[in-house]
């Protein structure tokens, strides 16, 4: 699996055949099933888990007990690089949503793969950037905008297909996820689609698909304040 492990991850892109071989044979399988813990806040800081299938949700417990949902990585993604740089513990932890394959690099051999291929921080950097640009955004939507509004956002940040002006999207996690995610309850997503659909701007599919059949209005509504 360290082989197809490491194709995947953009933070490899650009190694040769020879070099994507070296860091395969580094890399160690995890295989999680669903609800597994990866790892847990306070423990050693040791590995960069690099997700191949599957997804891994990262989150945190708040003084009163209760989650507050970080993101989801999915396959191609990776955690662990704050505590493998900066040598310490996690705050948060990794849980699998659903049966998960990953590769695990520990703390020295990541530390080495950098020291010889420094592309590969830079690239690194470039994904831990993105992630604060998405935070940020996130953030500035919570206190900004009211549910409807934010689940309209989120939407429009799927990837999805075009066709005729309309654009297919298909929610990558279950509703109780996604809601977590926009901080709020799946009952309140659940009636901002309604909504949302009521008004004409989305149609909602089979499964988790979800039709923009408006993206210019849908774009309008999610930076109504």
Known sequence: MGDTCVSRVPVFAGLSTEDQGRVAGLARPMHLAAGEVAYSAGDSPSRLIVVHTGHLKISRVSADGSEQLIRVLGPGEFVGEASVFADRSP?????????????????????????????????????????????ER???????????????????????????????????????????????????LSRSLRSLSDKGLIAIGPGRAVVLTQPDRLQQEAHRV
């Open 138 to 188: 996130r953030l500035s939507s919570l206190t900004a905008h009211d549910v409807e509004a934010r689940v309209a956002d989120y939407l429009l940040g799927l990837p999805g297909s075009w066709q005729g002006g309309i654009v297919t999207v298909t929610l990558p996690l279950a509703k109780k996820h996604v809601a977590a995610l926009l901080d709020t309850t799946p009952e309140s």
């Open 91 to 135: 705050e948060d932890y990794a849980i699998a949503l659903d049966d998960c394959q990953a590769c695990v690099f520990r703390h020295d051999d990541l530390r080495a793969l950098v020291s010889r291929h420094p592309q590969i921080a830079l690239r690194m950097l470039a994904t831990v950037s993105a992630r604060l640009s998405d935070t």
